[in-house]
């Protein structure tokens, strides 16, 4: 009999499994539990995209694709960015559909680290970015936020955790799990930063079309920005897409080629007919994603406002669809608050620790679920808090 523990990589047998799943895990296997911890739209995928998906499969296209992508998906992807970034990508050498964001995360990654490179996290981030930077044989480096700035990255904290072996940053602006949006003018103080010690950037810009204050920025609209970036991206949170796993990464052809032959390698091409239904979203999925994030928006306002006469203190979130309460008031932990609320009142949240340690004393809320969900699941944690201050 052999040990299998013997054979594995020890990168693996050290990388720590998602927290987020604990507490899916949890709930599961209890009834009446409303859940605020899952990260996708409560909306189902809109008719005319599952439409064209069923019609691609009734012609019989289910064969391979290109490996970059079908092409006139990645026309309507580079026409989408040029009108959402002023950037205008190549679809033929600059734009790669991927398996979801996630996979174009892993890519980019995989692509520009060497053993050893350093590449910076900003904390709370989501729990794949540090074990993906592992993988790829780099070395996650935290930079932590704080509450009282509502989590936004501060130059100076950037810049004091640059060594000579960092090579780039990770960003998520709207992010994953604060809802902390940046805008222009915060994006160019990080921008001269990057300029000044050579850095990439790996920018996941997966819930852009979901802010709801402020217009959008992303980071390769500033200046000289572009050609220093990875635009990371996909149809999972806007489109509601999530579980048809399909994204897309745009950077210049040099980055681009490179990640299409770890693509070329691990994964042949996305799904045909899942290609097939991210072009008719990209031709005419806007108004649709407009009323999911109407919808949002007048969730967040309800929500928050609740949590802090709760008592649980919350910055207005001004993108995605979490919101970030401190728990600190009821002197619990965040994963002693999220065990006892889910054992006591059934109402599933994900402890902020698990995002890293400034986390800690905060928990993730999804607020993408209907509004009488989110009403009972805020009467529940009242009772909750009520009995713990």
């Known amino acids: 009999m052999i040990e299998p523990s013997h ?25 009446g539990v409303i859940s605020l911890g899952v990260g996708e739209p409560d909306f189902v995928t809109s008719w005319n995209i599952r439409e064209a998906c069923i019609l691609s499969l009734e012609q019989g296209y289910t064969s391979y694709t290109a490996n970059a992508g079908l092409y006139e998906l990645r ?38 680290i060497n053993p050893g490179d350093e590449v910076i996290v900003i904390e709370p981030s ?33 810049e004091a955790a640059i060594t000579n072996k960092t090579k780039a940053i990770i960003l998520c602006s709207p992010n994953n799990p604060t809802g902390t949006l940046l805008n222009k003018q915060e994006l160019e103080k990080i921008a001269l930063i990057i300029e000044k010690y050579d850095l990439l950037v790996i ?6 079309e979901l802010t709801y204050d402020e217009t959008y920025s992303s980071f390769v609209s500033i200046e000289g920005m572009a050609e220093r970036t990875i635009l990371v991206s996909g149809f ?39 290609q097939y239904a991210a072009i008719e979203a990209m031709k005419n999925g806007k108004e649709d994603v407009l009323h999911m994030k109407k919808s949002y928006k007048q969730r967040r306002n309800l ?22 309460p401190s728990v600190h008031k009821t002197g619990l932990t965040s994963e002693e608050f999220a065990e006892q609320l889910l054992k006591e009142e059934k109402v599933a949240v994900v402890p902020g620790s698990v995002f890293g340690a400034s986390g800690e004393g905060y928990i993730r809320c999804s607020y993408a679920s209907s509004l009488e969900q989110l009403q009972e699941a805020l009467r529940r944690m009242q009772r909750f808090v009520q009995n713990r201050v």
């Open 126 to 158: 989501f729990v794949s970015y540090a074990s993906l930077v592992s993988l790829a044989g780099g070395v996650p480096v935290s930079v932590q936020t704080n509450g009282e700035m509502e989590f936004k990255l501060q130059p100076g904290e950037l």
């Open 7 to 31: 054979y594995l990589s020890t990168t693996v047998k050290d990388l720590k499994p998602s927290g987020i799943r604990k507490f899916f895990d949890l709930a599961a296997g209890m009834e």
């Open 75 to 112: 026309r309507e992807i580079s026409h989408y960015l040029k009108e959402q970034t002023t950037v205008e990508y190549d679809p033929e050498k600059e734009i790669l559909v991927t398996v979801g964001a996630s996979q174009a995360l892993d890519l980019a990654l995989r692509a520009i």
């Open 303 to 324: 929500f928050v406002s609740a949590l802090n006469e709760i008592g649980l203190s919350c910055h207005i979130p001004g993108g995605a669809f979490y919101a970030f």
């Open 236 to 274: 999972s949170k806007g489109f509601a897409m999530t579980g048809w796993r399909l994204g897309y990464v745009a950077a210049c052809p040099e980055f681009s080629s490179a990640m299409l032959k770890i693509h070329q390698y691990s994964m042949m091409c996305a799904p045909t007919m899942a």
């Open 203 to 208: 920018s996941d810009e997966i819930y852009a």
